[in-house]
């Protein structure tokens, strides 16, 4: 089966502590991206990648990093300076060609952190 | 700047139809999108329309879009309860020279009364 993964489906954080997110597709998607949802304020972008080895920032990075080592995988540290922590985190991927304009995203089950 | 805009609830007698509205403001988007969440489930794709069309049909759902107005909706026939979920309208941003990137709006929840 194709799809996108994403573990654990439950995430606990104690306070000062860095926790990671893990995403893995195995659709063979060059572009992978990282949302952070919270009640009633849709989705909003926290990193992309448009290639291995290579991402960018979107509009809420501060406080979470992220690596593209291996084409399958993009996982995400909430770091301790991300203080509001607390929401359900979507990993999505597309295919990422360049010319082509019509990039469908396909999203991951999600997982919700929760701050102890 | 970027926004999508939708109305946070709408309620539905199951076997109506349900019209779900969304404005966006980036008149370069060039793909439109709707999605759908389950509760505690990640986004799953409906449909998209491209920019130069005014209308879609793909089985029990139709996508309308005035281009001219930057107002897309979603409309579902015989709604049924299974249809209950978040319904999410995404337009296509270029963001770093990628149009792959996309801005939500934040969603409206149908509910279908049987």
């Known amino acids: 089966d194709g799809g996108i993964t994403q573990s654990p489906k439950y995430l606990f954080r104690k306070e000062g502590q860095n926790v990671t997110l893990s995403c893995e597709q195995n659709?063979?998607?060059?572009?992978m991206y990282w949302y952070r949802q919270d009640p009633g304020q849709g989705l909003r972008l926290i990193y992309y990648s448009q290639i291995v080895n290579d991402f960018q920032k979107g509009d809420i990075a501060e406080g979470y990093s992220v690596s593209r080592e291996k084409k399958e995988s993009f996982p995400l540290t909430v770091t301790s300076a991300q203080k509001n922590p607390t929401a359900f985190y979507l990993c999505?991927?597309?295919?990422?060609?360049?010319?082509?304009?019509?990039?469908?995203?396909?999203f991951g089950p999600g997982t919700r952190l929760l701050v102890l | 700047g970027e926004d999508v805009e939708q109305s946070l609830f709408l309620s539905v007698r199951e076997g109506d139809s349900s019209v779900i509205n969304c404005t966006y403001t980036d008149s370069s988007s060039t793909y439109l999108y709707w999605y759908k969440q389950e509760p505690g489930a990640g986004l799953q794709l409906l449909t998209y329309i491209f920019s130069n069309m005014d209308m879609k049909q793909d089985q029990r759902l139709t996508v309308l879009l005035n281009k001219k107005d930057k107002h897309l909706s979603l409309r579902i026939a015989d709604t049924q309860t299974g249809d209950s979920a978040i319904y999410f309208c995404?337009?296509?941003?270029?963001?770093?020279?990628?149009?792959?990137?996309?801005?939500f709006g934040k969603g409206t929840k149908l509910s279908v009364k049987p």
């Open positions: 995404a337009e296509s941003h270029n963001y770093g020279g990628s149009q792959g990137n996309l801005i």
């Open positions: 659709l063979n998607h060059d572009a």
């Open positions: 999505a991927s597309s295919h990422g060609n360049q010319d082509r304009v019509q990039e469908t995203q396909y």
